[in-house]
């Protein structure tokens, strides 16, 4: 059963546990806090403090809790990291460049309409957004903005790649992992890239516009703007059939407005056109843990661990549902 919007009375500390983990994972985090709060006042051998006499397994949930959030979005740290720079560079722009910008018709346009966040993410704004970009943000980790250099070992590569994949850029995270194959096919590294190729680049090449439009669905969703980000990857899906990430970023939507089975058949889809897409599978056992279907969550974490079972997400998500089956 889906959770409702308000946090219900009179329910047992393990009840409580239960639904504190299902608005996680939905991403109600208010909910969720409210929820675990109730479980904790609810357990009696407390004393006092917050977590003194909490069992170890409970606190092994909550860090994992944590850890399934920040880590099962696909929005990884390199995206967080390159969205907050930019953030940091429009306000350095803003504040100490007024002359510099004044002359710059987009960037003048982006000043006179940063108060309102709904042109913030406008076309003009997006422009703008992708022009600091490649100006600073992509510099400043350590990234190419056009095509890769030439003569850089195989880990280097393999690194560019990892940071292009984070921050959404498919065709650039592609060339990298390829280029690290075939600078050294037999290494570690050309083995994980070919993992990251199989399981977290789109099947099919991109085209670029698509991508662009993908990054800036993730903004919207960075920014708390889901009925932007749900318009942008429905139009991407109606346009782009054959690119799955947009399915997966749609699936993540509808879990977080609590349409569990839209978010279903989203994923499905996603599935279909790719069943090697890990996020596709990680957010269908996402899905399937917030309406309680346990063991079709599980079936969906096990194709998961097929595929990788060192990622982080995998562990969180192992051992959330070795507790929710638990209660």
């Not at 990234?143 to 065709?171: A, F, I, N, V």
């Not at 932007?228 to 997966?248: C, V």
Request: negative net charge; glycine residues 6%.
């Amino acid at each position: 059963m889906v959770p409702t919007r308000n946090v219900p009375y009179g329910l047992t500390p393990e009840e409580y546990f239960k639904l504190g983990i299902q608005y996680m994972l939905m991403g109600w985090k208010k909910q969720a806090a409210s929820a675990m709060k109730f479980a904790i006042e609810g357990n009696k051998d407390l004393s006092g403090t917050p977590f003194c006499g909490m069992p170890e397994e409970q606190r092994r949930v909550l860090e994992a809790l944590l850890v399934v959030v920040e880590t099962t979005f696909d929005l990884g740290e390199n995206v967080a990291s390159a969205a907050k720079t930019a953030f940091e560079v429009f306000e350095v722009l803003l504040h100490e460049a007024d002359h510099a910008i004044d002359n710059v018709a987009s960037l003048s346009e982006l000043k006179q309409e940063l108060t309102s966040f709904f042109k913030f993410v406008s076309k003009q704004s997006e422009t703008a957004i992708d022009s600091l970009m490649n100006e600073f943000v992509l510099p400043s980790l350590g990234l190419p903005t056009r095509d890769l250099p030439e003569g850089l070992p195989p880990y280097e590569y393999l690194s560019m790649g990892l940071k292009y994949k984070e921050m959404g850029w498919t065709e650039q995270a592609r060339d990298a992992f390829l280029k690290v194959i075939e600078l050294d096919s037999d290494s570690e590294d050309a083995d994980t890239a070919r993992m990251y190729l199989k399981t977290r680049i789109p099947r099919l090449p991109v085209p670029h516009y698509a991508v662009k439009k993908n990054i800036l669905g993730h903004r919207q969703m960075l920014a708390g703007l889901d009925d932007f980000a749900k318009r942008t990857f429905e139009e991407l899906i109606a346009d782009y059939a054959d690119f799955e990430w947009p399915y997966g970023n749609l699936g993540l939507i509808l879990i977080r407005r609590g349409e569990i089975d839209g978010a279903e058949e989203v994923l499905n889809r996603a599935l279909d056109l790719n069943p090697y897409y890990l996020n596709a599978w990680l957010h269908l056992a996402r899905a399937k843990a917030v309406a309680l279907k346990l063991r079709e969550a599980k079936t969906c974490l096990e194709q998961a661990v097929k595929l990788d079972a060192n990622d982080n997400s995998v562990k969180s998500f192992q051992i959330l549902l070795d507790y929710l089956a638990s209660l």
